[in-house]
């Protein structure tokens, strides 16, 4: 099966940075996304890398190597409404696409 | 609103009970998918239809039965669950699960007690 780890839990102050790493073991690679999920809602699609590098949407950027198995989400100048669950997503070989369990990241005055 | 709608948004049920879920997307999608996702686990993926047809059943239990009449309605029936049943149960679709990025976007899910 495929492998997919992130951490936790996450805090941080608001206006500050927050890093969101991410690793994965799959068989095959076709592209890593992010999704952020507020309680009670629909996961929202924030970002997709399919090539090393940065990708970059305002507040928000995501990193990917693919050598190294690992992506990052950084949440830059923290809002209150960042708060949230933000999953990892891989999509493998085969185009099935798997979660890791989501990190939750609480955002404090 | 991401273009997929679900109902009900929240449902209770006794083991002995029968009901359905509904999925509808107004995205011009060919995909529909039906996931689990229970605390502190990984959305767990349960089936997947391409151009109606099922394509995916990820060793769902029988005791959940979808349907894909067409491209934009998924309808999950339950039928005689158990309690660890109880969880979000969440719809999206996608243009092509086999090429490009194919993004998926989700509904809100219905968030399933079984009694």
């Known amino acids: 099966g495929q492998n997919i780890d992130q951490p936790t839990e996450m805090t941080a102050t608001e206006g500050a940075i927050v890093q969101i790493n991410c690793t994965y073991q799959?068989?095959?690679?076709?592209?890593l996304f992010w999704y952020q999920q507020h309680a009670g809602e629909a996961p929202t699609f924030l970002s997709y890398?399919?090539?090393?590098g940065l990708e970059e949407k305002g507040r928000f950027s995501s990193f990917l190597s693919r050598s190294k198995g690992y992506s990052y989400l950084l949440l830059k100048e923290l809002q209150m409404k960042d708060s949230a669950s933000y999953l990892c997503?891989?999509?493998?070989?085969?185009?099935?696409?798997?979660f890791g369990a989501g990190t939750t990241v609480t955002v404090r005055a | 609103e991401t273009g997929v709608t679900q109902t009900p948004r929240h449902l209770v049920m006794g083991m002995t009970n029968k009901k359905s879920l509904k999925c509808e997307q107004h995205?011009?999608?060919?995909?529909m998918y039906w996931y689990k996702q229970s605390a502190k686990k990984p959305l767990e993926l349960m089936f997947v239809?391409?151009?109606?047809?099922?394509?995916e059943n990820n060793s769902v239990p029988s005791r959940f039965s979808p349907e894909c009449p067409n491209s934009s309605h998924l309808f999950l029936h339950l039928h005689t669950l158990q309690p660890e049943d109880s969880a979000l149960y969440l719809c999206?679709?996608?243009?092509?699960?086999?090429?490009?990025?194919?993004?998926?976007?989700f509904g809100p899910g219905t968030r399933l007690t079984v009694l």
């Open positions: 999206a679709s996608s243009q092509d699960p086999t090429s490009g990025p194919d993004t998926q976007y």
């Open positions: 799959t068989s095959g690679f076709n592209g």
């Open positions: 890398n399919v090539l090393d």
């Open positions: 997503a891989v999509r493998d070989g085969d185009y099935k696409l798997s």
């Open positions: 995205l011009g999608h060919n995909a």
């Open positions: 239809y391409n151009f109606k047809e099922q394509t």
